[in-house]
């Protein structure tokens, strides 16, 4: 019967594709946002997407954003690292300014 078969084939795809799916979601766990989780962590309980949203952003090229980064790293006292900024630098620009670097 073509019916029932065109419905096995859907189901053998849609189990395949599932199960082919998976090494994936788990390789997608394993990718570990770093800026996110630091800046998640340590930034968001003041301020979340309305500062790096609104119209009169201080935030003109990614030099600034870096700045603004390390400053507040350091107003909060975390010590940060040229590798923690970095990461959050870049997840901040990622989510939020989609600046491009000077030339
Ligand atoms: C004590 C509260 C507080 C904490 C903690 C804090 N911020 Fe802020 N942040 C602010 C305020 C308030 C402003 C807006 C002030 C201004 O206009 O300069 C701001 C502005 C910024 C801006 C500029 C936004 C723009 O586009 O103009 C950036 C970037 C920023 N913060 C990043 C961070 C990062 C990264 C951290 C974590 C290391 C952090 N902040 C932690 C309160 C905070």
């Known amino acids: 019967m073509v019916a029932v078969s065109k419905i096995n084939r859907k189901l053998v795809f849609a189990i395949l594709s599932y199960s082919l799916s998976l090494p994936f979601s788990t390789l997608a ?12 962590n340590h930034c968001k309980s003041c301020h979340e997407n309305w500062v790096h949203t609104r119209e009169k952003s201080k935030i003109n090229t990614v030099d600034e954003l870096r700045r603004r980064v390390a400053g507040w790293s350091i107003h909060s006292g975390l010590k ?4 923690e900024i970095d990461d959050v630098t870049d997840y901040l620009n990622r989510h939020y300014y989609q600046l491009t670097a000077a030339p």
Do not use: I, M, P, V
């Not at 940060?80 to 590798?83: I, L, S």
């Open 29 to 40: 766990l394993a990718e570990f946002d770093r800026g996110k989780a630091l800046y998640d």
């Open 80 to 83: 940060w690292g040229n590798g």
